[in-house]
């Protein structure tokens, strides 16, 4: 399977605690993205990354989120002292050019903060 | 804040019958609009999208209308099936295609 891959796919954490997402883009694909849905809600874009460079991160929240994508290995968002209004599902994209056709999207993982 | 409105929330339809679903838009800048399929578990996946050049796209039983005046654009699925049941995003964005406004989604059920 060549897909956008996600894990993992469901994490609880507590308050405080911190999250880690992981994604592999696509193979050939350098292009990555993150988006995230709230309940009830459309999806939000959050930062787009090339190897080992952010591109954008308007979407971003300014504090306790991060996001990189090394040279090796995957894209990791990084949740610091998780809230409850942080849970959500975080959705991994990949695309082999960044302004032409389509985002590829992984299952996404569902983050539940108790 | 830049904004897409999708309506209705949930739809119901019979086999063999129109789905229609609404999108209307705030930013005259926007110059990408595509449609998302999404069933449960998964990740949202490319259905169809259009740019503002052109009014309608249509791709098999998918089609997109666009109304640039009106700030609208609405999906129709001819023919439903009951595979079709998901939810469905329409997106806008400006001057790229990743950096998208999706709608709040519209859950669309269709009976055998």
């Known amino acids: 399977n060549a897909g956008v891959m996600q894990n993992p796919r469901h994490l609880v954490r507590r308050r405080g605690q911190e999250a880690r997402l992981r994604c592999s883009p696509m193979?050939?694909?350098?292009?990555v993205y993150w988006y995230r849905q709230l309940p009830e809600e459309g999806l939000k874009f959050m930062v787009y990354?090339?190897?080992?460079?952010?591109?954008?991160e308007s979407g971003m929240p300014k504090e306790r989120f991060s996001a990189e994508f090394p040279k090796e290995g995957p894209s990791i968002l990084r949740i610091q002292q998780v809230v409850r209004g942080d849970s959500a599902a975080y959705f991994c994209?990949?695309?082999?050019?960044?302004?032409?056709?389509?985002?590829?999207f992984g299952e996404g993982s569902r983050l539940t903060v108790l | 804040q830049q904004q897409v409105k999708q309506s209705p929330q949930s739809l119901i339809v019979q086999k063999g019958g129109i789905s229609i679903i609404n999108c209307a838009y705030e930013?005259?800048?926007?110059?990408?609009f595509p449609w998302y399929q999404q069933f449960p578990g998964k990740g949202p996946a490319l259905l169809i999208a259009?740019?503002?050049?052109?009014s309608e796209k249509k791709e098999g039983r998918f089609t997109i209308s666009f109304n640039k005046s009106a700030k609208q654009f609405s999906l129709h699925i001819m023919d439903s099936q009951p595979g079709d049941s998901a939810t469905y995003f329409c997106?806008?964005?400006?001057?790229?295609?990743?950096?998208?406004?999706f709608g709040k989604g519209t859950l669309l059920t269709v009976n055998p």
């Open positions: 994209a990949s695309s082999p050019t960044p302004n032409t056709g389509e985002l590829f």
């Open positions: 193979k050939g694909h350098s292009h």
């Open positions: 990354l090339q190897k080992e460079n952010i591109i954008d």
């Open positions: 930013n005259t800048a926007f110059d990408y």
């Open positions: 259009i740019r503002p050049d052109v």
């Open positions: 997106a806008a964005s400006r001057g790229s295609n990743y950096k998208l406004t």
